[in-house]
T-cell receptor, first 114, second 115 residues
Framework: DGGITQSPKYLFRKEGQNVTLSCEQN?????MYWYRQDPGQGLRLIYY???????QKGDIAEGYSVSREKKESFPLTVTSAQKNPTAFYLC?????????????FGEGSRLTVL | DQQVKQNSPSLSVQEGRISILNCDYT??????FLWYKKYPAEGPTFLIS?????DKNEDGRFTVFLNKSAKHLSLHIVPSQPGDSAVYFC??????????????FGTGTLLAVQP
């Protein structure tokens, strides 16, 4: 089955620790994205990548880092510099270039800072 | 600055009736609009979309209407079913001029369909 796999589904972190969220897709999509969901704020774009070895900051990139060494993988690191990291994180992918804008999402990872 | 707004955080509808979810946008450069449906603890799934060259797109029980002059779109679900209960996100993007498929999402509307 083609799709996007995020892991772990739940993650707990102590303050001051970096954590990395995994995102893998087997849809052969060029573009990948990380969004963050907070109550009452919808989905906000953290980082996106249109091609391997290239990525751009989204609207709320501070305190996060990404890499795109392989087409299938787009891991997100939440660093200790992120002031409010507790949230639900969603990874997505799309064909690029695409005229439809349709994103395919993973099931999400919930990060809780203790 | 919220470029895509869903002003109703929640909506409750009786089974079999029509559900109307609304969305407003401020950026006139958006030319493609999408609706996503999301269940708790899951990723959003694509529902229906519309290009700015159209004013209506229909797919089964779901119809999206676009009013460009008012910068407003709406999603109609007829008839509503209990399985439609979820959070619905409106999203917008620009697809021309080197667009990146960067979707801007609204804050979502929680639809509850009562049996």
């Amino acid at each position: 089955d083609g799709g996007i796999t995020q892991s772990p589904k739940y993650l707990f972190r102590k303050e001051g620790q970096n954590v990395t969220l995994s995102c893998e897709q087997n849809l052969n999509h060029d573009a990948m994205y990380w969004y963050r969901q907070d109550p009452g704020q919808g989905l906000r774009l953290i980082y996106y990548s249109q091609i391997v070895n290239d990525f751009q900051k989204g609207d709320i990139a501070e305190g996060y880092s990404v890499s795109r060494e392989k087409k299938e993988s787009f891991p997100l690191t939440v660093t200790s510099a992120q002031k409010n990291p507790t949230a639900f994180y969603l990874c997505a992918s799309s064909m690029s270039p695409s005229n439809t804008g349709e994103l395919f999402f993973g099931e999400g990872s919930r990060l809780t800072v203790l | 600055d919220q470029q895509v707004k869903q002003n109703s955080p929640s909506l409750s509808v009786q089974e079999g009736r029509i559900s109307i979810l609304n969305c407003d946008y401020t950026n006139s450069m958006f030319d493609y609009f999408l609706w996503y449906k999301k269940y708790p603890a899951e990723g959003p799934t694509f529902l229906i979309s519309i290009s700015s060259i159209k004013d209506k797109n229909e797919d089964g029980r779901f119809t999206v209407f676009l009013n460009k002059s008012a910068k407003h779109l709406s999603l109609h679900i007829v008839p509503s079913q209990p399985g439609d209960s979820a959070v619905y996100f409106c999203a917008a993007t620009r697809t021309y001029g080197g667009a990146t498929n960067k979707l801007i999402f609204g804050t979502g509307t929680l639809l509850a369909v009562q049996p």
